[in-house]
């Protein structure tokens, strides 16, 4: 799934038992977070953001609770809109290709 449909699925919340655990990994580091692993947890830390959000997965799943976590972080922080702006300059960088 793209990083802007595994966003939007976030930020909508309708559905925070069926995102996967691959998809919210890739959304984090898209985000901008930093991420190590320790076992089965996965530690995601961002410069300005006083949260450290420790995800682990359910089988394929990420669990809902820590999705709810993730979407309090970003709705918190503002950080939807460095992605849209970055998804936007990407966009414009391929028109131009095109032209």
């Known amino acids: 799934m793209s990083k802007s449909k595994t966003l939007t699925k976030v930020l909508r919340g309708d559905s925070d038992n069926n995102i996967r655990f691959g998809d919210l990994c890739t959304l984090m580091s898209s985000l901008g977070f930093i991420q190590r692993i320790r076992g089965g947890h996965h530690i995601f830390t961002h410069d300005g953001v006083v949260e450290i959000l420790n995800l682990q997965p359910r089988g ?6 820590q999705v709810k976590q993730v979407r309090g972080v970003i ?13 936007a300059a990407s966009e414009e960088s391929n028109e131009e290709k095109d032209s």
Do not use: C, R
Not at 60 to 65: D, E, W
Not at 78 to 87: I, N, Q, R, S, T
């Open 60 to 65: 394929s799943k990420a669990k809902a609770y």
């Open 75 to 87: 709705v918190a922080y503002g950080l939807a809109g460095e992605m849209a702006a970055d998804d």
